[in-house]
């Protein structure tokens, strides 16, 4: 599975952007997609994960309310809509997936994709 991230930027806090994460390949093996940030000098984070066998998403309590996870299964395509940024969303974020279930631990993730840098600021 092949996954590549756009839509990166910089934007001013109360600002919104969109990423996009296009996926190819064996993309029917990927039982959980979803996003992680890394802000500098901190780990890697689960921002919103998508099950593909139950149809749940699950988006981080720091997030919620303000980031929305949405996907086009025709494009393999996944977003993340995110409105109301504040500077601590500033970060690298990822485009992930996985087979099997849904967790939070970035290190069981197989496929991940370049990463995009969202500022805010």
């Given amino acids: 599975v092949q996954l590549v991230e ?8 109360g600002g919104s952007l969109r990423l996009s994460c296009g996926a190819s390949g064996h993309t029917y093996s990927s039982n959980c997609m979803g996003w992680f940030r890394q802000a ?14 139950t149809g749940i998403t699950v988006i981080a309590d720091a997030v919620r309310g ?20 504040k500077p ?23 496929y991940w994709g370049q990463g995009t840098q969202v500022t805010v600021s």
């Fill in 6 to 13: 756009s839509g990166g930027g910089s934007v001013q806090p």
């Fill in 40 to 53: 500098p000098g901190k780990e890697r984070v689960r921002v919103a994960l998508f099950s593909t066998g």
């Fill in 66 to 85: 303000r980031f929305t996870y949405s996907r086009d299964n025709a494009t393999n395509t996944q977003y993340l809509d995110k409105n109301d940024l």
């Fill in 88 to 110: 601590e969303d500033t970060a690298m974020y990822y485009c992930a997936a996985k087979q099997g279930g849904c967790t939070v631990r970035p290190d069981v993730f197989r």
